[in-house]
């Protein structure tokens, strides 16, 4: 059988008020005071450019597998954006489209639509108490 003890004198209670006060101004500066207001993420940081293409396509957007667009069997980025109604609190409404998508349902839940053509690949959805919204890319199949 195993016995675990644990003993903390005097002098053992200066060097862990030392760690708790260390750990606790390492909590405060990584939550950053009160700017922003609400902590997390708000749509504007998502942002759906030739950075998120070249990171799912390893080419910019509206361009293929190979670098063309149009050639038979290739996927390429077309359109895009966030669609995100505002939460009191949480977070603001943002509508940011590219290439030819549009937002509709900004009343209560936002919706991407995609030219047509294209397919919607969601991906972010946030809703809460019947508001927020989508955010996605628009892939074209090339035949």
């Avoid at 760690?19 to 902590?39: C, I, K, Q, T």
Wanted: charged letters at 10%; aromatic letters at 6%.
């Amino acid at each position: 059988m195993v016995k675990i003890s644990f003993e903390a004198g005097k002098k053992d209670l200066i060097w862990i008020g030392l760690v708790v006060l260390v750990l606790g101004f390492g909590v405060v500066y990584a939550y950053g005071g009160n700017n922003p207001a609400v902590m997390g993420h708000s749509a504007a940081e998502i942002l759906v450019n030739n950075n998120l293409c070249n990171q799912i396509t390893g080419h910019d957007c509206g361009t293929d597998n190979v670098g063309a667009v149009g050639v038979a069997g290739a996927k390429a980025v077309v359109a895009g954006g966030v669609c995100l109604n505002g939460f009191p609190n949480l977070w603001q409404a943002e509508e940011h489209v590219y290439g030819g998508a549009s937002c509709t349902g900004m009343g209560s839940l936002g919706v991407l639509n995609c030219p047509t053509g294209s397919v919607k690949w969601i991906t972010m959805r946030l809703v809460n108490s019947g508001l927020g919204g989508q955010g996605g890319i628009c892939v074209k199949n090339f035949s």
